[in-house]
T-cell receptor, first 115, second 112 residues
Framework: NAGVTQTPKFQVLKTGQSMTLQCAQD?????MSWYRQDPGMGLRLIHY???????DQGEVPNGYNVSRSTTEDFPLRLLSAAPSQTSVYFC??????????????FGSGTQLSVL | DQQVKQNSPSLSVQEGRISILNCDYT??????FLWYKKYPAEGPTFLIS?????DKNEDGRFTVFLNKSAKHLSLHIVPSQPGDSAVYFC???????????FGQGTRLTINP
């Protein structure tokens, strides 16, 4: 059981470049989300999805796009990378329903540097 | 606007002693609180949670205390072990909302 898989683990971009961070889960979770972790800021929610075809914004959505065409995948797109997007990105998923509503399962992260 | 705050960036504790990690929140609508543990180069993993209808939840060496009037929760680890060295995040959610709000994290170091 792989859980939540993120690729790549490391990425270096130049300012203005675009890229997609991949996230896949094999737990049939309806809810998926993207967080970024920055020193002194903790984990901040970028975007989330409660099911295929449904996405919504989190705390820090600017500069990022998401789509959810399948239950398993939730890619995060940077359209024009900026140095302020240098961060560690985590994808997380959970099942719906109150009992599992808050327990998130995280991937191992993508460390992104924008030069 | 930091709704969940962990004011201690780091904490150092001797092996075998008690570790106490603290978390404060400002949103009185939060009704569920969680602690996550994170090792370097890994994603956070769920540790323990507590509902706002309780003031204490225990799981082995880990106990979370909630003081709603003070808007404060704490995580107690007894006894502390070297494997407990990690970054600990507290998080909170509002019933029905789809978002978890995390604190800044506290780096716990257990010294032998």
């Amino acid at each position: 059981n792989a859980g939540v898989t993120q690729t790549p683990k490391f990425q270096v971009l130049k300012t203005g470049q675009s890229m997609t961070l991949q996230c896949a889960q094999d737990m049939n979770h309806e809810y998926m989300s993207w967080y970024r972790q920055d020193p002194g800021m903790g984990l901040r929610l970028i975007h989330y999805s409660v099911g295929a075809g449904i996405t919504d914004q989190g705390e820090v959505p600017n500069g990022y796009n998401v789509s959810r065409s399948t239950t398993e995948d939730f890619p995060l797109r940077l359209l024009s990378a900026a140095p302020s997007q240098t961060s560690v990105y985590f994808c997380a998923s959970r099942g719906q329903g109150r009992t599992t509503n808050e327990k998130l399962f995280f991937g191992s992260g993508t460390q992104l540097s924008v030069l | 606007d930091q709704q969940v705050k962990q004011n201690s960036p780091s904490l150092s504790v001797q092996e075998g002693r008690i570790s106490i990690l603290n978390c404060d929140y400002t949103n009185s609508m939060f009704d569920y609180f969680l602690w996550y543990k994170k090792y370097p180069a890994e994603g956070p993993t769920f540790l323990i949670s507590i509902s706002s209808i309780k003031d204490k939840n225990e799981d082995g060496r880990f106990t979370v205390f909630l003081n709603k009037s003070a808007k404060h929760l704490s995580l107690h680890i007894v006894p502390s072990q070297p494997g407990d060295s990690a970054v600990y995040f507290c998080a909170a959610s509002v019933k029905g909302a789809q978002k978890l709000v995390f604190g800044q994290g506290t780096r716990l170091t257990i010294n032998p």
